[in-house]
C-alpha cells in the first residue's frame, strides 16, 4: 500500500485562499541523490512531478492510504536552470474534470521559474494491487530476454556515475531504439536516482529512456528537452521495449512506446 504520507521532498504544504498549494522544496542530496543531477534532468522532473503532486493531494484531502493513482498525461516546460534547484513551488488543481488534473510550478532561490508541469491521473481503489498486477507480470516474465540484451556505452550517452544505461545502441537509419529496464537498473541500489514502487517501467524511466534515445538519434549529448508524454498502459520490467520513431524534426522527436506488439506510451521531446 503506498505511504503517501511519508512525502521526501515536498513539505510545508499551505493551502492559499485561491484554493492552491504552496510547498518547500528539499535540497537534501544525500537523502534524495538524484537532486545531484541538473535541475533539467529527466530524472529530477519526474521526480519533481510525483512528489509535488502527491504532497499537495494529501494537503487537500483528495488522496487516501487506501488508494493508489496513475498518471495518464505529464507535459512540462522547461525555464531557468542557472539558478540551481527548486525551493519552493504551487500546485494548483483543476476541478473541471473527473480525473485529477494539476498544474505545478517550481522556483528557484531567485524566484525564477525552473519547470512548469501539467499533469493528469485516474485515481482508484483496489485492495490487492499486487493480484490485479500478476496475470501481465506472468506475461512479461515469459517474453524476457535470456541475458543477451545488449546496452549502449555510456560515453556515447554522456552519463554520470549515478545515472545508469538503459538503452541499446542505435543503428543508423534505423527507426526504432530498444530499451530494457530492470530491477537491477531501474531502481535502487543499483540505480540510485530513480525511484518508484518496484512494481513496473514508470513515467521517470520513460523520459529518460527517451533523453538518452534522443542523444543517439542526434549524436550529441547537450540537449535539454521540453515535452509531453501518454501513457496507456504499465510496462513491466525485465522485459525489452521498443521506441518506435514516429516523427523526427529539426527540434522534436516523437516516440511510440512498445512492449510486447501493444503501443503503452507516447512521448514527444521538444528543443
Given at each position: ?107 528557484n ?34 517474453a524476457?530476454?535470456?541475458?543477451d ?29 530498444e ?21 513496473h ?68 521531446l521538444?528543443?
Amino acid at each position: 500500500m503506498p505511504d503517501y504520507t511519508n512525502n521526501p521532498y515536498a513539505t510545508g504544504q499551505v493551502i492559499t485562499d485561491d484554493g492552491s498549494v504552496a510547498f518547500d522544496c528539499s535540497l537534501d542530496t544525500q537523502r534524495l541523490p538524484w537532486l545531484t543531477l541538473p535541475p533539467h534532468h529527466p530524472v529530477v522532473i519526474q521526480t519533481q512531478a510525483f512528489w509535488t503532486a502527491v504532497g499537495a493531494s494529501v494537503a487537500l484531502s483528495g488522496l487516501e492510504a487506501t488508494q493508489w493513482s496513475a498518471l495518464t498525461w505529464i507535459d512540462w516546460d522547461l525555464g531557468d536552470q542557472s539558478g540551481g534547484h527548486a525551493v519552493r513551488g504551487v500546485y494548483t488543481r483543476d476541478e473541471s474534470s473527473d480525473n485529477p488534473s494539476y498544474d505545478v510550478v517550481l522556483f528557484n532561490a531567485a524566484g525564477a521559474v525552473i519547470v512548469t508541469i501539467r499533469g493528469r491521473g485516474v485515481v482508484f481503489r483496489n485492495r490487492n494491487f499486487e493480484k490485479w498486477r500478476e496475470g501481465s507480470k506472468e506475461e512479461a516474465r515469459k517474453a524476457a530476454p535470456q541475458n543477451d540484451f545488449v546496452y549502449a556505452e555510456r560515453q556515447a550517452l554522456g552519463l554520470t556515475r549515478h545515472e545508469r544505461v538503459l538503452v541499446a545502441p542505435f543503428a543508423t537509419g534505423s527507426d526504432y531504439v530498444e530499451a530494457l529496464v530492470t530491477p537491477q537498473n531501474g531502481f535502487p541500489p543499483g540505480n540510485p536516482v530513480i525511484g518508484g514502487s518496484g512494481d513496473h517501467v514508470n513515467s521517470t524511466h520513460f523520459h529518460e529512456i527517451a533523453r538518452q534515445a534522443l542523444f543517439l538519434i542526434k549524436g550529441r549529448t547537450d540537449i535539454d528537452t521540453s515535452g509531453e508524454m501518454t501513457l496507456r498502459r504499465y510496462v513491466e520490467l525485465g522485459t525489452p521495449l521498443r521506441l518506435n520513431i514516429h516523427e523526427d524534426a529539426e527540434r522534436a522527436i516523437t516516440f511510440e512506446l512498445e512492449q510486447m506488439d501493444r503501443t503503452c506510451a507516447e512521448i514527444t521531446l521538444r528543443w
